[in-house]
């Protein structure tokens, strides 16, 4: 399995800031991602993270607004920019430690936007 | 497009039932099934992985099927507790090498 470490656990922002989250694994994992769970709903990824080249993003998330950084095999960070009470949420880091394997998710970091 | 739906929402039952949770999803082509355990405000907690050669996995209480040719998992949990009061989701991974996720089943288990 796989331990992950997701800071901050919660923070609230005031809009147009910009907010970096992390997510620390406690071993080297293929594979990386970002989920976002807003109000009520199920998650939805973001992107995956790509060690040392540019994320892949999904439908509908753009680099722009999701920055996502991955210097290595244990860490990646997420960064919601020019933030709108729309982007108050759960994001979620999860892992994998080979592909298609068992997924891995860190606890969480709920963004309030006001 | 892969889809996949979770019957009930939402369930209470009382302390010491035994229930069931479903699962379907629309494209058979998959490589895995995974419930996880979501708790309020928090992240999820994996439960149960099924890969697509398997038709069943357990761990205690828990008990999840995998019927691939008709796109249906449940889960089953043995004499609830209290403490399983939780969201439960099901997710799905294809070939595109996402988890598609449902939209969960809230359980309620009352004392």
């Known amino acids: 399995s796989a331990v992950i470490s997701q800071k901050p656990s919660r923070d609230i922002c005031q809009r147009g800031t910009s907010l970096t989250i992390q997510c620390q694994v406690d071993s080297q994992v293929t594979m990386m991602f970002w989920y976002r769970q807003q109000p009520g709903q199920s998650l939805t990824l973001i992107a995956t993270a790509n060690q040392g080249s540019e994320a892949t993003y999904e439908s509908g998330f753009v680099i722009d607004k999701f920055p996502i950084s991955r210097p290595n095999l244990t860490f990646s960070t997420l960064t919601v920019s020019n933030m709108s009470p729309e982007d108050s949420s759960i994001y979620l880091c999860?892992?994998?430690?080979?592909?298609?394997?068992?997924?891995?998710f860190g606890q969480g970091t709920r963004l309030t936007v006001v | 497009k892969q889809e996949v739906t979770q019957i009930p929402a939402a369930l209470s039952v009382p302390e010491g039932e035994n229930l069931v949770l479903n699962c379907s999803f629309t494209?058979?082509?998959?490589?895995?099934l995974q419930w996880f355990r979501q708790d309020p405000g928090k992240g999820l907690t994996s439960l149960l992985l099924?890969?697509?050669?398997?038709r069943e996995q357990t761990s205690g209480r828990l008990n999840a099927s995998l019927d691939k040719s008709s796109g249906r998992s449940t889960l089953y949990i043995a004499a609830s507790q209290p403490g399983d009061s939780a969201t439960y989701l099901c997710a799905v991974k294809g070939n595109t090498g996402k988890l598609i996720f449902g939209q969960g089943t809230t359980l309620q288990v009352k004392p």
């Open positions: 999860s892992v994998e430690i080979v592909v298609n394997t068992e997924a891995f």
């Open positions: 099924i890969q697509s050669s398997q």
């Open positions: 494209d058979s082509a998959i490589y895995n």
